[in-house]
DNA sequence: GATTGGCGGGG
DNA sequence: GTGTACGCCAATC
């Protein structure tokens, strides 16, 4: 018999004194079915740098290995696997069970031999060596057999991949529990109910609690008790079959919270088709696992890995949903609820509409990401419940742990403290940057390297394992063997251009962007990674020749440029901007065609475009200009600006405003007197009052409890006045306030925007507009109290007519 | 300026 | 589960 299915996730189990791995899948018809495979055995790896093959292997015999007083049995093999690419006498310990590992691994530490390899899961290594993919489509040859718990099972005996086709649908359940709360506290499992619980997918949606009350609402379902709604989540699941669950910080609160309360109550919380237990992992970052159950935490994907690509720098549901599907979150008062959950149940129609809320958006942002992570799944290749969880570096770490063993290359152990402590306090050299000169260009082209760091590792056969290799002693890298991360590298870049072209002919499909998304990422790691100090493949001789070429290709475009007659006027990593003037544009093509026809295979110079002008301001008390900071205007009109650290919180918005229209100004105008007399009409405004209150109001996070605050800034003294009235302040509250006329501290005159009445023109002329302007017009000679000088220019004049 | 401590997310 | 955890900002010396 056959079966075509696709490997969700994977685990093992003991039968008869033998490991079976499980993998859990879904048929290619959509059903939840379980793929067995026997006879794969655990291994690990003894090693040794000082003895000959022959001694380990006597040591290796007689090594005392014991359970329980019982004697361990093991198999021994000879392996021709290098380490970092030198040649290491090595054996291959096979051993019966899984649990078997750690005690060799002991008894090998203590006769002082390297165990390699004795930390990489059983599931785990199963689908690195034999290749499984989860996500992907594979044929399994067997028969069927009786089924584990409740779903049906199927003994393999050779399993073959037939295409990389993804499942079509996902069968996706979102979830979000409310719970109450004593007043202005956070709720505790040990003391708080659950009181609302909500569901989300496709075709379903609920909201079960268990204080009724008159609603119109047709998913709100009531029961009598807590009790009774925890057995509904679990009937709920049972019944819906979800192959995933989502929630959003379902790691640290929602699910720890669900098992929480199941067993003060008693509950026999199994779930889903294997009747699996909520396995909690406590510890510095939580995490939540259901046996044959995809569990995705929404917020720990998002802030580990989406996170960078986000503009928000908060990561809190209401912030991530505005920015990636366009939603907000009704505003609810916590203590309110409380309140209305004691005594007033007749008002909890809302809740129940938050709390759909909440699955509602987390189910959307959760669809919006999945090709994200599906194709994560499939070039990292392990189960969504573990690449969803990782950290770039873990990503990296993972997929060059795939693809070992085809290079020969045992997998390097993790570092010891000691060596952790050491390699943290190593420093090296990082890229160049080109002092600009402040002013204003017009008709600037700028350059860039294309993936930099990743076609330098690959064109120079940056490697652990060919640093100082024996058959090239002159050279730093190897020139022979193609080294094993360069190489990796260099697949990741051309899958990528290969991904690229088929998005050239099928631009519509999700999935290959998300794919040439998951490989940059993957490829730009690689150079952060070797110089991450937890690395396994931990090298900072390749960390900074990377760096050192980087510099170097830069420096030599940069002296081309300049020796083909173009200004150079700023560089950074891997970009250079050159002033075009009037030369004419094909100079510019051919100038980077020259470069290209230099550089090695897959490095390239891209011209990313021409702009109209170009704004660089000087750095704070130096001549020289400022390093990452900057505005373009392009051809089309489009602002650029990088790095203007004024524009960020602590600023009003009018603030804002103001060094945004200046740069448009100046960049436009190419001359900086239309944007000094709108300054000036600015200030004049102000002072007049006729910009509104809600454009001056100032933002700050409260960063701790109120009264362990020494000295009391403006939002501090604010945040005590909105105590006094009866909030709820707290770390994390936002803070607003506005700054009102008046002799005293500035902390003094801050007041709540609603309490404020006016503002005090001269704070915010002197402490928001100069400051956000100062830099910019210092680049025309202006000093702050140039900006708004009495004596009116004749431009001022032109606006007041 | 380095170092240390706490927090994020969730209700 | 053959395992392990992070990274940033603010306060403080």
Redesign the pocket.
Known sequence: MELDFYPLDAS?AVVRDA?VIRIYALTASGEQACVLVEGFK???FAASQKLALEELKQGLAKLPVFKDDKPVSFDLEQSSLHLLGREIACFKLIAQL?????LI?EALDAQGLEAL??????????MIDTGLVPLALYRAYGEQVAGIMKVPSFAASRIEKISDQAPGNLNVLAF????H?PL????VAEENPI??LGFASESFQKVITWKSFKTELDYVEFVPSEFELISRFKEIIDRQKPDVIVG??SD???LPYIKARAEKYKINLELGPYNSPI?I???????A?IAGIIHLDL?KFI?KIMGRSLET??????SVAKELVDESKDKID??E??RVWESRPEELEKYCRY?LQ?ALITLKITHKVMPSIIELVRVIGLPMQ?VT??????LVEWHLIKRAREFGELVPS?ATYSEIRDRKSKTYEGAFVFEPEPGIYQNIAVFDFRSLYPTIIHAHNISPDTLHCSCCPSELFCKKKPGFVATVIGDLIKRRMSVKQMIKESPQDKFLGARQEVLKTIANSMYGYLG?F?ARWYSIECAQSITSFGRQYIQTVIQQAAGAGFKVLYSDTDSVFLLVGQKPREEVVSFVASINKQLPELMELDLEGFYRSALFVSAKAKEAGAKKKYALLSESGKLQIKGFETVRRNTSIIAREIQEKVLQLILTEVNHETALAYVRETVSKLRRREIGIDKVIITT?L???ID????IGPHVAVAKRMRLLGK?IG??TIISYVITPGKEKISQRARIPDEAGEYDTEYYVNNQIIPAVARIFAVFGLKPEDIIAQNQSKLDSFFNA
Not at 281 to 287: H, L
Not at 708 to 711: A, G, K, V
């Open positions: 093992y490991p655990p291994y690990c899984p649990e078997d590992i750690p691994r390899e004795a930390d990489i899961p059983f599931a785990k290594r199963y979000d529990i409310e719970t709360s202005g506290k956070f709720a009181i609302m959003y910080f640290g609160f929602d396995i992992r406590k510890g510095m970052m939580p995490s696992e917020f802030r720098d908060s990561f809190d549901l209401d916590f203590d609820m409380n709390n909440d573990d969880r990782m950290g770039y570096s873990q993790k991450f937890g996070q960063r701790q409890d362990d605050y020494d000295s709820r770390p994390g």
